[in-house]
């Protein structure tokens, strides 16, 4: 288990940009890949983006051209950049952390909440 901090959300209006940052209190952060998750009311939670190393990413067709993932290992952080944002990127974002190669999401930040207004 690795202990999550995400940071970053708040209100913007469409076509904005926000940051969200987590930040990982583990002694090995190389050894995780980390994902941000989004839950809209009333909607399943969904995996926005993933980082597996420096170069490797995941991100969603929902957001690609205007999201991106990266993360600074001395930091322990992994940054989701946000931008051009619209209605429908309007949740609660939670980071999510996995032993690299895993299956399964085991480590979760406690959500931030993001709103974008038309």
């Known amino acids: 288990q690795v202990q999550l901090a995400e940071s970053g959300g708040g209100m913007v209006q469409a076509g904005g940009s926000l940051r969200l940052s987590c930040t990982a209190s583990t002694r090995v952060f190389s050894m995780y890949t980390v994902g941000w998750f989004r839950q809209a009311p009333g909607k399943q939670r969904d995996l926005v983006a993933a980082i597996y190393n420096g170069s490797a990413r995941y991100l969603a067709d929902a957001v690609k051209g205007r999201f991106t993932i990266s993360r600074d290992e001395v930091k322990k952080t992994v940054y989701l950049q946000m931008s051009n944002m619209t209605p429908e990127d309007t949740a609660i974002y939670y980071c999510?952390?996995?032993?690299?190669?895993?299956?399964?999401?085991?480590?979760w930040g406690q959500g931030t909440q993001v709103t974008v207004s038309a």
């Open positions: 999510a952390a996995k032993v690299r190669g895993g299956t399964e999401y085991g480590s």
